[in-house]
């Protein structure tokens, strides 16, 4: 019998072929168009797919992306975004002479080195900072340190973290600024203190002087007796 003979099925009716090992349809197992008997326990054979029938596709697994690396943070707080590393991570350029984050240059006037100029210079180790507010002095040095001093500070002086940077020249410019205050008042006491002492001196000197002059010419001395 040719293989490519049409026959029915016994169990379903289905189409099958002569050479066919098991019905498309139902599953039951073939030999030469016959059913064969199945052994006792063992289970049907399961249906075959074919293009007649709908295959249900697979369930496609989710995949998580991988997370991109991005700036790291540093302990003790957070760093320039602006200045990264090839690996994307954050970079403390502080006391390195090199590069100053926006961060630093956006803090405006630096108080600390206005009020206090050479000494804050020094502490900063910004030796020309130093030089210019110990030659011109007030205001000239104090208004130049100002200006520059944030981007000194950063450029000459490590520190751990942004928040530390604003942190130590706060402290800067409230010490500053009550330094400041005291030499104002002193200076002022100063002023009242020489002003008294000048005006009282004139006051003494004229008193002395009109003294003087009331005396007269002074008095012939007495004639010898006969």
């Given at each position: 019998m040719s293989g490519s003979q049409e026959l029915k099925c016994p169990?379903?009716?289905?189409?099958?072929?002569?050479?066919?090992?098991?019905?498309?349809?139902?599953?039951?197992?073939?030999?030469?168009?016959?059913?064969?008997?199945?052994?006792?326990?063992?289970?049907?054979?399961?249906?075959?797919?074919?293009?007649?029938?709908?295959?249900?596709?697979?369930?496609?697994?989710?995949?998580?992306?991988?997370?991109?690396?991005?700036?790291?943070?540093?302990?003790?707080?957070?760093?320039?975004?602006?200045?990264?590393?090839?690996?994307?991570?954050?970079?403390?350029?502080?006391g390195e002479q090199g590069m100053v984050p926006p961060e630093v240059e956006q803090l405006g006037f630096n108080w600390g080195a206005f009020f206090l100029t050479w000494i804050w210079a020094l502490a900063h180790q910004a030796w020309l900072g130093a030089a210019l507010g110990f030659l011109l002095g007030f205001p000239v040095g104090s208004i130049i340190l100002g200006i520059t001093g944030n981007r000194w500070a950063w450029q000459n002086r490590h520190f751990a973290s942004l928040e530390e940077f604003q942190a130590v020249q706060r402290a800067w410019a409230k010490w500053g600024l009550i330094l400041f205050i005291i030499q104002i008042v002193l200076s002022i006491v100063v002023v009242v203190v020489v002003v008294a002492l000048t005006v009282g001196g004139a006051s003494w000197y004229a008193d002395m002087l009109e003294q003087f002059e009331n005396m007269g010419p002074p008095s012939p001395p007495p004639a010898p007796m006969p």
């Amino acid at each position: 019998m040719s293989g490519s003979q049409e026959l029915k099925c016994p169990k379903c009716g289905a189409k099958i072929f002569y050479t066919d090992a098991q019905c498309l349809s139902c599953g039951a197992r073939l030999d030469q168009g016959r059913i064969v008997a199945e052994q006792p326990g063992q289970p049907p054979a399961p249906p075959v797919p074919t293009t007649d029938m709908p295959v249900t596709p697979p369930t496609p697994t989710p995949v998580t992306p991988a997370p991109v690396p991005g700036p790291a943070t540093p302990p003790g707080g957070i760093l320039s975004s602006a200045v990264l590393d090839p690996l994307g991570a954050a970079v403390n350029t502080s006391g390195e002479q090199g590069m100053v984050p926006p961060e630093v240059e956006q803090l405006g006037f630096n108080w600390g080195a206005f009020f206090l100029t050479w000494i804050w210079a020094l502490a900063h180790q910004a030796w020309l900072g130093a030089a210019l507010g110990f030659l011109l002095g007030f205001p000239v040095g104090s208004i130049i340190l100002g200006i520059t001093g944030n981007r000194w500070a950063w450029q000459n002086r490590h520190f751990a973290s942004l928040e530390e940077f604003q942190a130590v020249q706060r402290a800067w410019a409230k010490w500053g600024l009550i330094l400041f205050i005291i030499q104002i008042v002193l200076s002022i006491v100063v002023v009242v203190v020489v002003v008294a002492l000048t005006v009282g001196g004139a006051s003494w000197y004229a008193d002395m002087l009109e003294q003087f002059e009331n005396m007269g010419p002074p008095s012939p001395p007495p004639a010898p007796m006969p």
